[in-house]
């Protein structure tokens, strides 16, 4: 039986605390792989039931098109004619779904910032440590124009200590109430 914790070293205190410590960051990783192993069998049965839902949409589009050659027929269309047009409908949606990708892929930006980024870094990497003062230029176009740190509130009229100073004329034009 463990001694009391008022008998015990500080080492073997120590020593169970770090034992309780890994016991319990064990206890949370098989937790973890638990759950990620549970949402895993989840997210593959759910891609699987979508799968097989696509392809049943798919065999229904098919069936679709041949009854609607078919009802053109009833029509009195020929039937290559009817189903030519069909064709020709589904091929006209095709080359229209292919221009707007083109047109949504044409768009992208190419990763320009990463772009810039890395030639940046290729700059700083090449120029000798003589000139920093050119490579900071470079790096960075048009310096703040705002106030520093050092430069915040100077434009402020100073607060007198002055405790005779209380009357209305004695604010400061920053502040809205006057000064004690």
Not at 146 to 154: E, I, K, N, S
Not at 164 to 174: E, R, T, V
Request: net charge positive; hydrophobic share 45%.
């Amino acid at each position: 039986m463990a001694a009391p914790p008022e008998e015990e070293s500080l080492g073997a205190l120590v020593a169970q605390a770090s034992h309780h410590i890994s016991t319990l960051v064990r206890s949370e990783l098989e937790l973890a792989k638990a759950e990620l192993k549970f949402d895993a069998k989840r997210v593959g049965t759910a891609a699987g039931l979508f799968g097989v839902a696509a392809f049943m949409l798919h065999l229904c589009l098919i069936l679709a098109s041949f009854a609607i050659a078919y009802g053109l027929i009833q029509l009195g269309m020929m039937p290559w004619v009817a189903f030519t047009i069909v064709t020709a409908f589904y091929f006209v949606v095709a080359l229209l779904l292919a221009l707007v990708g083109y047109r949504r892929l044409k768009g992208l930006a190419g990763m320009k910032r990463t772009t810039r980024s890395l030639k940046n870094l290729k700059d700083v990497a090449r120029h000798d440590e003589d000139e920093p003062t050119a490579l900071v230029a470079s790096a960075s176009p048009r310096p703040y124009p705002g106030p520093t740190a050092g430069q915040v509130g100077d434009h402020r009229v100073p607060v007198s200590t002055d405790k005779n100073l209380s009357h209305a004329g004695d604010l400061d034009p920053g502040h809205t109430s006057p000064r004690p």
